[in-house]
């Protein structure tokens, strides 16, 4: 019988800018309004005996004291030491205001049983919030565009919480280089990371190249292509990752799923994917994957024809009045949207 966990020395490491190293692959926690807090935090249980030790949580996902439970425990039974863990947390829209990313951080860390996360994000760069569960349609009239005066507000609270030592690095999420370029030369603290979506058909090379150029670490969201999304992400056009020609193509050369070549694409890239699965047999295969049988470089040549453009997380919900489209949050232009 297949062991049931991976050795995790074997599991690559990304250096960060502090010296400090973390795995390459991490765990995805948002059950997408179809897994409960019960089903997602059994699997982050499982993914830790699997050998997953980076688990990507956010306020807004709903579990976060479910998960909590769970790291207490694992914890408790000296299974894992909390140094060997990377945990992050995320800020939602709606706790922007002065003094209230202080406050959500000190509810994600009673929830998780923490002292401190290894990393803690902006969710979303704008105040902009849309219900749990909204369709696609649903809209919030107080909505505004993006501003780099109003950012900076939320990032000095962001670095307030970094010397304080809650937080061991501070992060950024759906950034676009116009918007990263306004606001990195405001920071004292500069964003360690960036959590963007990016699987084989949305590639993003642009922005990757550009984090990297900066000693920004690149966590990969979607990386399977999120086949399971909420409706309200689902638009006419999208393209499924497993079903790409250049990836199925290889998958079958291997013997292997679709989703294990654009998790090993995602780590040679390299940056660090964070897919998301309940079920044990996919959270181990992802994991495992990381583990052997790189891909080669013409099949990483392959791959980069996969590209389609594909962002399947547009953020429509997010749009302020009068924005044109979804387009407008991700400035297509070259500048910020007004
Ligand atoms: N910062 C942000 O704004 C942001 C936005 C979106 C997502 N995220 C983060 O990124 C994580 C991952 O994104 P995601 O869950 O949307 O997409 P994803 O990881 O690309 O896709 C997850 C889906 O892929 C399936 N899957 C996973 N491993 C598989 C395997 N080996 N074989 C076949 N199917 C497999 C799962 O189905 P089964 O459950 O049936 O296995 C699951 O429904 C989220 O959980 C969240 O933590 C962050």
Same mark, same amino acid.
């Given at each position: 019988?297949?062991?049931?966990f991976?050795?995790?020395?074997?599991?690559?490491?990304?250096?960060?800018?502090?010296?400090?190293?973390? !795995?390459?692959?991490?765990?995805?926690? #948002? $059950?997408?309004?179809?897994?409960g807090?019960?089903? /997602?935090?059994?699997?982050v249980a499982?993914a830790?005996?699997?050998?997953?030790?980076?688990?990507?949580?956010?306020? /807004?996902?709903?579990?976060e004291?479910?998960?909590?439970? /769970?790291?207490?425990?694992?914890?408790?039974? $000296? $299974?894992?030491?909390?140094?060997?863990?990377?945990?992050?947390? *995320?800020?939602?829209?709606?706790?922007? $205001?002065?003094?209230?990313?202080?406050?959500?951080?000190?509810?994600?860390?009673?929830?998780?049983?923490?002292d401190? /996360?290894?990393?803690?994000?902006?969710?979303?760069p704008?105040?902009?919030?849309?219900?749990?569960?909204?369709?696609?349609?649903?809209?919030?009239?107080?909505?505004?565009?993006?501003?780099?005066?109003?950012?900076?507000?939320?990032?000095?609270?962001?670095? @307030?919480?970094?010397?304080?030592?809650?937080?061991?690095?501070?992060?950024?999420?759906?950034m676009?280089i !116009?918007?990263? %370029?306004?606001?990195?030369?405001?920071?004292?603290?500069?964003?360690?990371?960036?959590?963007? %979506?990016?699987?084989?058909?949305?590639?993003?090379?642009?922005? #990757?190249?550009?984090?990297?150029?900066?000693?920004?670490?690149?966590?990969?969201?979607?990386?399977?292509?999120?086949?399971?999304r909420?409706?309200?992400?689902?638009?006419?056009?999208?393209?499924?990752?497993?079903?790409?020609?250049?990836?199925?193509?290889?998958?079958?050369? @291997?013997?292997?799923?679709?989703?294990?070549?654009?998790?090993?694409?995602?780590?040679? @890239?390299?940056?660090?994917?964070?897919? #998301?699965?309940?079920?044990?047999?996919?959270?181990?295969?992802n994991? *495992?994957?990381?583990? %052997?049988?790189?891909?080669?470089?013409?099949?990483?040549?392959?791959?980069?024809?996969?590209?389609?453009?594909?962002?399947?997380?547009?953020?429509?919900? #997010?749009?302020?009045?009068?924005? *044109?489209?979804?387009?407008?949050?991700?400035?297509?232009?070259?500048?910020?949207?007004?």
């Amino acid at each position: 019988m297949a062991a049931n966990f991976i050795d995790t020395s074997k599991i690559p490491r990304i250096a960060l800018g502090s010296g400090q190293s973390i !795995p390459s692959i991490g765990m995805g926690t #948002f $059950g997408s309004d179809k897994y409960g807090p019960g089903e /997602v935090s059994a699997a982050v249980a499982g993914a830790i005996r699997a050998g997953y030790r980076f688990f990507d949580c956010a306020s /807004v996902y709903g579990n976060e004291d479910r998960i909590g439970a /769970v790291f207490e425990e694992a914890l408790a039974s $000296g $299974g894992v030491k909390r140094e060997e863990l990377f945990i992050t947390s *995320k800020v939602w829209n709606d706790m922007h $205001g002065k003094g209230d990313v202080l406050l959500s951080l000190a509810k994600s860390l009673k929830d998780l049983r923490l002292d401190y /996360v290894d990393c803690y994000f902006v969710h979303w760069p704008f105040p902009n919030y849309h219900a749990p569960g909204c369709d696609g349609d649903a809209r919030n009239p107080d909505s505004i565009p993006f501003s780099t005066d109003k950012f900076m507000e939320v990032w000095a609270q962001m670095e @307030r919480i970094a010397d304080m030592g809650l937080a061991k690095y501070i992060g950024v999420c759906n950034m676009t280089i !116009p918007k990263l %370029e306004a606001v990195l030369k405001r920071c004292k603290i500069k964003p360690a990371m960036l959590e963007m %979506e990016q699987h084989p058909s949305f590639q993003q090379q642009e922005l #990757f190249d550009y984090c990297k150029s900066r000693g920004i670490v690149v966590i990969g969201y979607c990386p399977i292509g999120s086949p399971n999304r909420p409706e309200r992400d689902k638009a006419p056009g999208d393209v499924a990752d497993t079903e790409l020609p250049e990836i199925a193509a290889i998958a079958k050369a @291997r013997g292997i799923h679709p989703a294990l070549v654009c998790i090993k694409w995602a780590v040679q @890239r390299p940056a660090i994917p964070i897919p #998301f699965s309940v079920h044990e047999k996919n959270y181990l295969a992802n994991l *495992k994957a990381v583990t %052997e049988d790189p891909l080669s470089p013409a099949e990483m040549e392959a791959i980069k024809g996969a590209e389609r453009n594909c962002r399947l997380i547009k953020g429509q919900v #997010f749009l302020w009045p009068g924005a *044109k489209g979804w387009e407008d949050l991700w400035d297509l232009g070259g500048a910020i949207t007004p």
